[in-house]
Structure formats: C-alpha cells, structure tokens
C-alpha cells in the first residue's frame, strides 16, 4: 500500500547535517513536518529518531545564539575600549616599557617594581647596538614601587633609542625585574578586527592598551592623581611574579 507517494517501508526523519553542510534549523523542520503529514500511517516515523533529531536541533540553536551572544558582547567590549582609550589622549600615563625612543633633551622617569626587598638595584641602559652606554645604581631597596628618573646619569643621554633594563640583587643573585615609564598619550591606534587597540606613548611608541597600568586622573593639589586601568592586563606581570616569589623562597 502506498500513500501520497510514502512507500511502505519505514520513513526515516530527516537528518540534522553538520554545520558546515547546508542544511540550517528552519529547514530541518520544514523538512520534518513535510515527512510528518505525509508519513504512511502503516509505517509512521520512529519516534525514537525523531527525538533525537529534535535534541540535536536544540542543541545546534542554543550553540549558535550563544556564539551569536559571545560576538555581541566582545564587539560591546571592544567598542567600549575604543571610547576608553580615546579619551586617553593627552593624558599621563604609567606604562610598563622598558625602550625609550628619546629626542633631544628627553629623559626617562618611572617606577621599578619590587615585590621584595633587594641588596642592590641598578638599571643598565643599552643602545641600538645592545652596548650598556649607561648605568644608575640605585643601593639597596625595600620592595614596592621604586622611582627612579635617568636624569640622574652623570651624563645625560644623547638622542636615540635604547632598551631597560633594571636589574635586583636577591641574597646575591642578580634577577630582572619590570620598568613602568611615565609617559603620555600622543594618539590611539584601532587595528579592528578584534586586535588589540594600541596607544602612541610619548618617548616609547606604539603600546597596548592592556600593558598601562595607571592613568592621570583627577587633580588633587598640585598633583594629579592616577587611577588605575580597568584595562590593564596582570599576565604581563606574571613572569615577574613568578621570578620574585623564587626569589623570595630562596
């Protein structure tokens, strides 16, 4: 016996394709309520199949509207930075750097940054061609954030550009530890695409966002203050961490 066309073997739902096939959600249920009215009342469809046919549906919809939610909220996210760092222009900043790109005159200020007491810090300044031009023995250090500003070398640097490096003795050995330059924003660059937005720092170039870690804030007496970055990203700190708790345990 034969009904619009079903044979009498039994009707199979139809299968939900990958996502990379061409059958999305609309058509499968199109699809199934097709076969649904035309099934052979001798031979339904297994129900069987079809719940899971169903649950596979379900699945791939609650998949792509929460893919869907996740590119929504990372371009909120993104947008939300780009305003953010706009406003930056102009503004000081603490930043970990540790090149400066100095013209004439310039000098290099900032904070070095010690989770642990040390015998001895020094910085070693380096030209293009990775020669110390430069030292600024800093003696002993209880941990926090030291300043330090390069306009204390016997000579001040010639314009150029050069690499930091700041350098803490713990019980003998010597370890690298992080620089944060103070500095300001020039400009702000929006790669798009999901890339991270970056910030032209003053005497520096091109930075992330994520790697300020302060940002002048309102004026409190003649200083102004520094609030944090909402931005700023700890993992750049975390080898640095890590370096100074071995320190610490030794």
């Known amino acids: 016996m034969s009904v619009s066309g079903i044979s009498g073997a039994q009707a199979a739902p139809p299968q939900l394709n990958?996502?990379?096939?061409?059958?999305?959600?609309?058509?499968?249920?199109?699809?199934?309520?097709?076969?649904m009215n035309n099934q052979d009342p001798t031979a339904p469809m297994d129900t069987s199949q079809m719940v899971t046919q169903?649950?596979?549906l379900t699945m791939m919809t609650g998949m792509t509207e929460m893919q869907s939610a996740v590119g929504d909220l990372g371009a909120q996210i993104y947008s939300s930075q780009a305003l953010y760092?706009?406003?930056?222009?102009?503004?000081?900043?603490m930043v970990l750097a540790n090149v400066a790109d100095l013209s004439e005159g310039q000098t290099v200020e900032g904070?070095?940054?010690?989770?642990?007491?040390?015998?001895?810090?020094?910085?070693?300044?380096?030209?293009?061609?990775?020669?110390?031009?430069?030292?600024?023995?800093?003696?002993?250090q209880k941990s926090g954030q030291i300043e330090f500003d390069l306009s204390d070398l016997d000579e001040p640097l010639p314009e150029g550009k050069y690499r930091l490096e700041a350098i803490a003795s713990f019980d003998g050995k010597e370890t690298e530890v992080?620089?944060?330059?103070?500095?300001?924003?020039?400009?702000?660059?929006?790669?798009?695409?999901?890339?991270?937005?970056?910030?032209?720092?003053?005497?520096?170039?091109?930075?992330?966002?994520?790697?300020?870690?302060?940002?002048?804030?309102?004026?409190?007496?003649?200083?102004?203050?520094?609030a944090s970055n909402p931005y700023f990203r700890q993992p750049a700190l975390q080898a640095f961490s890590q370096i100074q708790r071995l320190a610490q345990e030794q």
Do not use: C, H
């Not at 990379?20 to 199934?32: E, I, K, P, T, V």
């Not at 760092?85 to 900043?93: P, R």
């Open 111 to 140: 904070e070095i940054l010690l989770q642990a007491s040390t015998d001895e810090l020094t910085i070693n300044v380096y030209d293009e061609n990775d020669n110390v031009v430069a030292t600024l023995p800093m003696g002993a």
């Open 18 to 35: 990958n996502p990379n096939n061409g059958l999305d959600s609309d058509a499968f249920l199109q699809m199934l309520m097709v076969q």
């Open 85 to 93: 760092a706009s406003a930056l222009v102009g503004k000081e900043i």
């Open 54 to 56: 169903l649950s596979d």
């Open 178 to 226: 992080a620089i944060v330059q103070r500095t300001s924003v020039n400009s702000v660059v929006m790669p798009g695409n999901g890339q991270e937005i970056l910030i032209e720092a003053e005497g520096i170039g091109l930075v992330p966002l994520s790697y300020i870690m302060e940002i002048q804030g309102a004026a409190s007496g003649s200083q102004p203050e520094m």
